[in-house]
């Protein structure tokens, strides 16, 4: 046992520091994720090597026969938890760990979530919007980028009420959000208008 309070790595650092190939791709992966360094691409390494490392265990354990006991309550916890977290479909099994890729973290991240969702006009901006403290989930402000977002955190991604983000015609917002808000406040006037 460790000492309670002291915080460990959480994440691997490569084993051979000079690959050209795995630098180029990490280079791509925190241009196109908008990540601040390449410790933040070895965390989302580190989680699905967790991951696959699990899952090749309890198949080992499953090859002599069925998945039962332990063994089956621990392949569910681990399937349930990538499928509440996005990373896999409803139908998955445990072979579909094996084939997750970096990716498929770096997706389920608030940052990236909060540029799909149009919160943000690049990842930069997204990312700068969380640590600025603009951004809330389930109401609730969360100012880490490398916040896993669950499928139903998802849907209650919003700025946070108190932020001046989340006024309408705050200049930073991007514009198709602005556009959102102009049309659904002339749909009223125009219903209004028809009826007198």
């Known amino acids: 046992m460790g000492y309670p309070g002291k ?4 994440y691997e650092t490569p084993k051979h520091p000079w690959q050209a190939a795995r630098i180029a791709s990490e280079v791509e992966l925190v241009k196109a ?82 540029h799909k969702q149009g919160l943000a006009n690049t990842m930069k901006q997204s990312r700068q919007f969380i640590v600025h403290g603009h951004i809330s989930v389930g109401g609730r402000k969360v100012t880490v980028p490398g916040y896993i977002v669950s499928r139903d955190d998802e849907l209650s991604l919003s700025y946070y009420g108190n932020s001046p983000l989340s006024g309408e015609t705050h200049p930073s917002r991007p514009a198709q959000v602005v556009r959102e808000i102009a049309q659904e406040a002339v749909k009223p006037a125009q219903n209004d208008g028809g009826r007198k």
């Open 7 to 10: 915080n460990t790595k959480s």
């Open 33 to 114: 994720y908008g990540l601040r360094n390449k410790k933040e691409v070895w965390k989302a390494h580190s989680s699905l090597k967790n991951y696959r490392e699990l899952a090749r265990k309890l198949l080992a354990q499953s090859a002599k026969g069925t998945l039962s006991g332990h063994i089956k309550t621990d392949a569910d916890n681990i399937l349930n938890r990538l499928k509440r977290y996005g990373m896999l479909k409803s139908e998955s099994v445990l072979d579909d760990v094996l084939s997750l890729q970096v990716t498929n973290f770096l997706d389920r991240r608030l940052q990236t979530q909060v």
